[in-house]
């Protein structure tokens, strides 16, 4: 097959058979759909440099695509990624479409179906890659398939022209310098997946917390509602309910929970607020979407230590409005000693038979005092 392909000497009527035949040589085999009416222009020029076969198209406006009948007659495992020189490339691979300018590159699977639509003259670089020569797991690279990478900057900034001179240049390399560059080019092409994929996961990572953010503050908007669940909560947010139990997996609590706490958090607020109209506590808590009030006490005394009608009682007295949960904690005073007693008739005080050398007696009865409540309720 010569180097050079092009319609410059075929005759009009024959031009689009050709071209069909000429792609198909020189990268897949593709079905083509010419859009315009005038007398198809096309060259194409093709090398091998090492593994890579690399490709510079200039033609007039047509339409490719690539379907599974295609991908039979060629099965080889092949990723191309191009160079937009001129004019404009749509690619639709995978369920994505995007749009190629000049100075960008995208990227594409020939074993999978695709499209390239060129609405108007145009020119591109196109190197085909052998797959093994790719050491990227499968769902990192079908995560650049059918997108479009911005050369401005990171490795995509490296790669564009290195990729534009080894396409330009590649009639003039030794073998072992083809062999080099081809290692080279798919080294850095692997880096820019990688790359793609880190931002990739950040940008979902910054999605997934947008998305609690959303979902804390509807159900804090919506606590007075007793239908409020994890599947109305799912719903008002348009995701499924096994998603959102998904995105809580990391936020340390499940969303039944957190509307439970939440709700806890309301009532005791409003229970420490004393008034003399103060609402009752089934007041409060039906406000707050507990419907069953002997319900409600379980759960506060579950969260709180007390039953909600001793909490507020005892939080009033004391003049504490934290509506915090409360941790009681046992604090043991400090030995307290009695007296030296006096030596019996043997000589020997009584303490000594505790092990106490110095006749220093602890109180027993002390050892068990707990401070009260009302000191010992401690903010975690």
């Known amino acids: 097959?010569?180097?050079?392909?092009?319609?410059?000497?075929?005759?009009?009527?024959?031009?689009?058979?050709?071209?069909?035949?000429?792609?198909?040589?020189?990268?897949?085999?593709?079905?083509?759909?010419?859009?315009?009416?005038?007398?198809f222009e096309?060259?194409?020029?093709?090398?091998?440099?090492?593994?890579?076969?690399?490709?510079?198209?200039?033609?007039d406006a047509y339409r490719v695509r690539r379907t599974a009948a295609h991908i039979t007659r060629t099965p080889e495992p092949l990723v191309a990624i191009a160079l937009q020189m001129s004019g404009t490339t749509v690619l639709a691979q995978d369920g994505?479409?995007?749009?190629?300018?000049?100075?960008?590159?995208?990227?594409?699977?020939?074993?999978?179906?695709?499209?390239?639509?060129?609405?108007?003259?145009?020119s591109t670089r196109v190197v085909h890659m052998p797959r093994h020569m790719l050491v990227l797991p499968d769902e990192d690279l079908r995560g650049v398939t059918?997108?479009?990478?911005?050369?401005?900057?990171?490795?995509?900034?490296?790669?564009?022209?290195?990729?534009?001179?080894?396409?330009?240049?590649a009639h003039a390399f030794s073998p072992a310098a083809a062999s080099g560059l081809a290692n080279g080019l798919t080294d850095v092409f692997a880096a820019l997946v990688a790359e793609r994929t880190e931002d990739t996961a950040t940008e979902a990572g910054n999605t997934r917390n947008h998305l609690v953010q959303r979902v804390r503050d509807h159900?804090?908007?919506?606590?007075a509602d007793p239908a409020l669940s994890p599947e109305s909560v799912a719903k008002a947010n348009h995701i499924s309910v096994r998603y959102l139990h998904r995105l809580f997996e990391g936020e340390g609590v499940t969303v039944s929970r957190l509307i439970q706490r939440r709700r806890l958090e309301e009532c005791a607020r409003e229970l420490t607020r004393g008034s003399?109209?103060?609402?009752?506590?089934?007041?409060?808590?039906?406000?707050?979407?507990?419907?069953?009030?002997?319900?409600?006490?379980?759960?506060?005394?579950?969260v709180y230590g007390l039953p909600p009608r001793e909490w507020r009682t005892m939080r009033l007295a004391t003049g504490d409005t934290d509506a915090r949960p409360a941790r009681t904690v046992l604090?043991?005073?400090?030995?307290?000693?009695?007296?030296?007693?006096?030596?019996?008739?043997?000589?020997?005080?009584?303490?000594?038979?505790?092990?106490?050398?110095?006749?220093?007696?602890?109180?027993?009865?002390?050892?068990?005092?707990?401070?009260?409540?009302?000191?010992?309720q401690l903010h975690t």
């Open 1 to 39: 097959m010569s180097p050079v392909l092009t319609t410059a000497s075929v005759p009009d009527e024959h031009r689009l058979t050709y071209w069909r035949q000429a792609v198909e040589q020189a990268l897949v085999p593709v079905s083509i759909t010419l859009r315009g009416r005038h007398p």
């Open 42 to 59: 096309g060259r194409i020029v093709t090398h091998r440099v090492g593994v890579l076969r690399v490709t510079a198209v200039e033609a």
């Open 96 to 122: 994505r479409q995007v749009v190629a300018n000049p100075g960008d590159l995208f990227v594409w699977d020939t074993t999978r179906p695709y499209s390239l639509d060129f609405p108007e003259r145009f």
């Open 146 to 169: 059918g997108t479009v990478f911005n050369t401005d900057q990171g490795c995509a900034a490296v790669l564009m022209p290195l990729l534009a001179t080894v396409v330009a240049s």
């Open 219 to 223: 159900i804090d908007e919506n606590l």
């Open 276 to 302: 003399r109209t103060a609402p009752t506590v089934s007041s409060i808590a039906q406000r707050w979407g507990f419907v069953n009030p002997t319900h409600f006490s379980r759960v506060f005394r579950g």
């Open 331 to 376: 604090i043991r005073p400090p030995r307290l000693l009695e007296p030296p007693a006096q030596p019996t008739s043997a000589g020997r005080p009584p303490g000594r038979s505790h092990g106490y050398g110095s006749g220093l007696r602890p109180l027993a009865a002390l050892d068990s005092i707990a401070i009260g409540t009302d000191v010992t």
